[in-house]
């Protein structure tokens, strides 16, 4: 597996990652057109034209099978306009393996090789991810009944 950043020709993925990070807890199936919604939009909308959009992907064999992405907005992870936003999301058939870590692990580096001080994200409770961003480092900064906002905080270089 390989870890790059995204191609300018790749951006247009970033609809599929942002509706597999959407943790749906079985049962049936939100309609793809949930990202459509304009809190969950702002998380792809015009991805690359802002100052401090960085995406990674996982690429196995030819095929991207994972992306992770940081955005400075105003999402459900917000802490303040200096700490990036995370998300994260692999594709199901490449899940368990591994790609999640290596990827958040790579994204990680890049921030703070770049200087910022945090990054945040937000995650459902019952998502199996929260193990994946614990291990990372990142702890609770927020909870509320389904969903925590978690941060994790850079030493100074």
């Given at each position: 597996?390989?870890?790059?950043?995204?191609?300018?020709?790749?951006?247009?993925?970033?609809?599929?990652?942002?509706?597999?990070?959407i943790?749906?807890?079985?049962?049936?199936?939100?309609?793809?057109?949930?990202i459509?919604?304009?809190?969950?939009?702002?998380?792809?909308?015009?991805?690359?034209?802002?100052?401090?959009?960085?995406?990674l992907?996982?690429?196995?064999?030819?095929?991207?099978?994972?992306?992770?992405?940081v955005?400075?907005?105003?999402?459900?992870?917000?802490?303040?306009?200096?700490?990036?936003?995370?998300?994260?999301?692999?594709y199901?058939?490449?899940?368990?393996?591994?790609?999640?870590?290596s990827?958040?692990?790579?994204?990680?580096?890049?921030?703070?090789?770049?200087?910022?001080?945090?990054?945040?994200?937000?995650?459902?409770r019952?998502?199996?991810?929260?193990?994946?961003?614990?291990?990372?480092?990142?702890?609770?900064a927020?909870?509320?009944?389904?969903?925590?906002?978690?941060?994790?905080?850079?030493?100074?270089?």
């Amino acid at each position: 597996m390989t870890i790059r950043p995204i191609r300018r020709s790749e951006i247009p993925l970033l609809t599929d990652f942002l509706y597999e990070a959407i943790f749906q807890g079985g049962g049936t199936p939100l309609p793809r057109t949930v990202i459509q919604h304009p809190a969950l939009w702002r998380y792809v909308d015009r991805f690359g034209s802002r100052r401090g959009d960085r995406c990674l992907v996982a690429e196995q064999q030819g095929v991207i099978v994972g992306a992770v992405w940081v955005r400075r907005m105003h999402g459900f992870g917000f802490r303040n306009t200096a700490t990036p936003e995370m998300a994260v999301a692999v594709y199901p058939q490449w899940r368990g393996q591994g790609t999640g870590t290596s990827l958040v692990a790579a994204m990680l580096q890049l921030l703070h090789r770049e200087g910022y001080t945090a990054v945040s994200l937000s995650v459902q409770r019952a998502n199996p991810a929260v193990r994946l961003y614990q291990r990372a480092g990142f702890t609770v900064a927020e909870a509320t009944d389904g969903e925590y906002v978690m941060v994790k905080n850079f030493l100074p270089l």
